[in-house]
C-alpha cells in the first residue's frame, strides 16, 4: 500500500496589541491526514475457474463501506510477485510427497520468470528451508531434500510464511499452501491467522488433498483463510488434478487486474474497512464471473 501524504499546516498567532483585529485561534502543531492508496489484485475467472482478461477499467466498480470510489490505478500486468511456498512435511504427506513436489516446482516455473521464492516446511514445527531466491534448481534440490516425518503445524507454517514475506522485494504477495490434513501441532491458532491475514496484503491459495478424517473442519479453516486473503482454496482429489490447479493459479497470478482508489474515507480511525468489485463485463463475454480479491483492510491508525 503506498503512501501518499498531505500535510496541512496552520499558523496563527494571537495578537497582544488591543488596536489589532480579534484574536485568532492558535494551531500549535501540525494537522497531517494521511491518505492510503489501496491496492487491489483482482481475478476474474469463468464457470471452469480459467482467468478472463481482456477487461477495461469501465467495467469494474469499487465501493468501500458501500461508497462508491474513484479508480486511479488500474493495470492489467504480468507483474513480479513474491511466491511463499508453505508445503507439509508430516508423515501422512510421504507417499505423495514426490508428485507434490513435481507441482510446486511446475507451479513455480509456470509463474513470472523475475518472481522471488521461498520454501517454508512443516511438520512438528515449521521450518524456513530456502529464504527468497531466484534459483529454480536451487529450489528443486531443497523440495527433494526434504524428507516427511511428525505431525502437522500448518497455522504455524503459514505464520512463519507471513512473517518471512517481510523480507519480501515485491509488493504483490502470495503463498501457496499444500497440506494433506489437519492442524495438529501448532503452538498458532486459527484465528491468530486469520487475525494476521487480515492485516497483512498477502494472498492464499491453498491446495487441500484432505482425508475423509477431519477433512471437513480442515477445508473450513482453508476457505475462510484463502478467502479472507483475497485467494481461494482447491481440494483436489489426486496430486496429478493437484499440479493442474496450481498451474491454473501461477496462470491466475500472472492474468490478476490491479486497481487502486485513494479512500474518501481520510479518517485515522484504525477500523475496518469493507471492500467490494463489481464486474460488469461487456457483451461478448461469458456470464456468472467470479472475482477474487481483498474484502476489506483496516484503516491507519490514529
Known sequence: MKKLLLSIICLAMASTSKAQDPEIPVIPHPVRVDVSLVELHVSVVDGAGRPVGGLQQENFKITENNVSQRITVFKHE??????????????????????????????????NPDDETFIVHFDFEPRLTRPFTHDRSVLQLDLSGSKPYGQTALFDGLLLGLDTMNEAANTKKALLLVTDGIDNSSKGTLEKVLERVKREHVMVFAIGLLSQSGGVEA??????????????AYFPQTPEDARLIMDLIARDLREQYTLAYLPSNVLKNGAWRSVRVEVNAPKGYPSGLTTNYRHGYFAPEP
Open 219 to 232: 477445508e473450513a479453516a482453508l476457505e475462510k483463510i484463502a478467502e479472507v486473503s483475497g485467494g481461494r
Open 78 to 111: 504480468d507483474i513480479p510477485v513474491s511466491l511463499g511456498l508453505v508445503l507439509d512435511n508430516s508423515r501422512s504427506i510421504e507417499p505423495r510427497k514426490a508428485r507434490l513436489d513435481a507441482a510446486a516446482l511446475s507451479f513455480v516455473k509456470n509463474s
